[in-house]
């Protein structure tokens, strides 16, 4: 009679890596890797999210610096440059990331995605990552524009921005997840870009707007974009602003928690 140690030893009679392809799961490097790379694909292909990480924020920076605005002072440019990278912070890590989430639910394609053996951190990471890559590349790209224009950040401003732009981007992709994970798509395309022209009037009064009152100053920079837009300023002129950073925290940390509990993938 032969046993079940028998049987299961007669079963694997050929070692490991003998055959090839030894289908096997992928490691999370290489899931990670491979889905940030299709999601930086989409972006990138996408006209609506070209006009809101590219054109929009190039327009407005080339714009305020060059039109005669005696509000700004002598050099506009060292004003402008923060403000038009919280504008491009915002319009991809929030808008383009919440109505493409909204979408991507309303056509199952997240549906389909959490069928397959990727892991849901991998589609969130996934997309954060892209988002992330697309910041990069408008850091870089208004960063040049802005030298051409008289920027002259120094080194340290460029570092102490450098975090303030990453903590803001963490700050609106909780923000666009939460949006684009709980409402319907065209409440999503709706609502998405009502708040954006509301964010952008609000920081650009924190930042252009000299002789604005202390009361409704400190109130603008409770939003997220007031609060990204003062202490990117603050941080290219070399100075930390803590109260800030910490409105930046606390938003991400409220956001990304509710998107947590209520993100759906239908």
């Known amino acids: 009679m032969t046993s079940r140690k028998d049987v299961r030893l007669a079963d694997n009679r050929f070692a490991a890596g003998q055959f090839t ?10 899931m990670l890797s491979a889905q940030s790379t299709l999601e930086l694909k989409l972006l990138l292909r ?33 004003q402008v440059v923060p403000a038009v990278m919280m504008v491009a912070v915002m319009s991809t890590a929030f808008t383009g990331q919440a109505i493409a989430v ?19 951190w991998g589609i969130i990471a996934g997309k954060s990552t892209a988002v992330l890559s697309v910041v990069i590349l408008q ?54 870009n009502i708040l954006w022209f509301i964010m952008l009037g609000i920081g650009s009064l924190v930042v252009l707007a000299d002789d604005l009152p202390m009361a409704l100053h400190t109130v603008a920079r409770l939003v997220p974009s007031g609060a990204l837009a003062e202490a990117l300023g603050q941080a290219v002129d070399g100075s930390w602003d803590w109260f800030g950073v910490a409105v930046l925290t606390g938003w991400a940390v409220l956001c990304g928690s509710m998107a947590v509990r209520t993100f759906r993938f239908v």
């Open 46 to 78: 996408n006209g609506e999210q070209l006009l809101l990480t590219l054109f929009i924020p190039i327009t407005l920076l080339i714009g305020l610096t060059l039109l005669p605005l005696g509000a700004m002072g002598d050099h506009p440019v060292d």
């Open 139 to 192: 850091s870089v790209v208004l960063g040049a524009i802005g030298v051409g224009l008289g920027w002259r950040p120094a080194l340290e401003g460029l570092l102490l921005g450098a975090i303030v732009i990453a903590l803001g981007t963490v700050t609106f992709a909780t923000m666009g997840l939460l949006l684009g994970g709980t409402l319907r798509a065209e409440i999503v395309l709706a609502l998405a």
């Open 102 to 120: 909204g979408f991507d639910r309303r056509y199952g394609a997240l549906k389909r995605l959490g069928a397959t053996a990727l892991p849901k």
């Open 21 to 30: 392809p030894a289908p096997r799961a992928s490691s999370p490097l290489a």
